[in-house]
């Protein structure tokens, strides 16, 4: 992995956008530890701004007690997390992703990561799989993003790495 860009939040935000996503690698990767303040610390994601409804997504959360699964589809964003009702302000959530064969013209763009949430006892695990089935572009920009208000705490921190084979 190769770094490409890491950004931090110095007060708090309601987004972070990665641009310029340079075409040199194969695979992008994704890594952050950030935590929310208002909202219902739901975030999503979304590429080269398009915000239409060409995402879909399906996930597994767990608190170690009780599973819930989710899906959505024609969606404006494709989901990071959706611990509603699980508010983070004060514990923090960690997570990887994986964006397949991001610089591809001709491929749906595929993403999957899991997440994590220490909830100060029981904590929070989601595995989440998305999809953006856009017309085929290769990605140029990525935005991560607070739903309903949600925004990142100050000290998040996320990196964008690039990966270049297999």
Do not use: C
Request: proline content about 4%; charged content about 10%.
């Amino acid at each position: 992995m190769f770094p490409i860009f890491a950004a931090t939040v110095t007060t708090t935000a309601a987004s972070i956008t990665f641009s310029n996503i340079p075409s040199t690698y194969k695979h992008l990767h994704l890594r952050g530890l950030f935590g929310s303040v208002s909202g219902d610390d739901a975030f999503g994601i979304q590429f080269n701004g398009d915000t239409g409804n060409n995402y879909a997504y399906h996930y597994l959360a767990s608190n170690g007690t009780t599973t819930y699964p989710g899906s959505s589809t024609s969606r404006p964003f494709a989901i990071l997390t959706d611990l509603a009702g699980a508010a983070i302000s004060s514990r923090p959530s960690t997570f990887v992703m994986d964006i397949l064969e991001y610089t591809s013209t001709t491929k749906t763009k595929v993403l999957k990561h899991s997440i994590g949430t220490n909830n100060n006892g029981p904590g929070w695990q989601q595995f989440v799989s998305g999809l953006w089935f856009a017309t085929p572009a290769a990605i140029t920009s990525i935005t991560l993003y607070g739903l309903s208000g949600a925004r990142f705490s100050q000290y998040s921190s996320i990196a964008l790495y690039g990966i270049k084979g297999a």
